[in-house]
């Protein structure tokens, strides 16, 4: 029992650096931020992270699992409704997103994946790899979510799924970036009104 909670506790200082340590990240770049930015953020000794993580890029690695895998859980969860036509599953998810920021007075999004991606894609291959691993999984949910819907007839029955699929997350991460650079929502309000018509069949 005391084995239990001691690999419970050592997973919870884990994931509270993973967070604290990506919220600083993602505003200061990686090459902006260092070991003691991401401690000093978690609240934790300096000695604590190597505990943890073999290097920065080990703790970046780590930190893009630990952000995006419910994040894919979610999506999926959301595109596997079986309550839902395939069709409302993806327009209703991106309904719902953009609404939460139509809620805010000012729009705001930190993209830990986006920050890093632009940064150390090409520097670092693991991380390069990561950050294309979790945005092909998202691609790969998306397609076959869209090959349902064109088994249902509710997208051109000569759709290239995995195509469509691959720019609509074009689309969308274009659209977010639009929008925290106008501090507006506009932009996803357009992306919204196109995925309709790009998923109504001829």
């Given amino acids: 029992m005391l084995v239990v909670m001691s690999n419970q506790a050592r997973n919870d200082k884990r994931d509270l650096i993973l967070a604290k340590g990506a919220q600083v990240m993602t505003r200061r770049g990686y090459h902006g931020t260092g070991v003691l930015e991401i401690v000093q953020a978690a609240g934790i000794p300096k000695g604590s992270f190597y505990h943890y993580f073999a290097s920065k890029e080990d703790f970046a690695l780590q930190a893009l699992e630990h952000l995006y895998q419910p994040r894919l859980e979610r999506y999926q969860a959301a595109l596997l409704d079986a309550q839902q036509s395939p069709r409302a599953r993806v327009l209703g998810y991106y309904a719902e997103v953009v609404a939460h920021f139509s809620r805010q007075e000012c729009p705001e999004y930190h993209c830990f994946i986006g920050s890093l991606s632009f940064e150390m894609a090409e520097l670092s291959q693991p991380i390069g790899q990561q950050v294309e691993a979790i945005l092909m999984r998202s691609v790969q949910l998306l397609a076959g979510c869209l090959e ?16 469509l699929a691959e720019f609509i997350g074009n689309a969308w991460e274009g659209a977010l970036l639009r929008m925290k650079v ?7 309000s357009i992306f919204l009104t196109q995925l309709e018509r790009l998923l109504t069949p001829r």
Avoid at 149 to 154: I, P, S
Avoid at 182 to 188: N, Y
Wanted: charged share 25%; hydrophobic share 45%.
């Fill in 182 to 188: 106008g501090r507006s929502v506009a932009p996803l």
């Fill in 148 to 163: 349902q819907a064109r088994a249902a007839g509710e997208v051109d029955a000569d759709t290239d799924c995995l195509a």
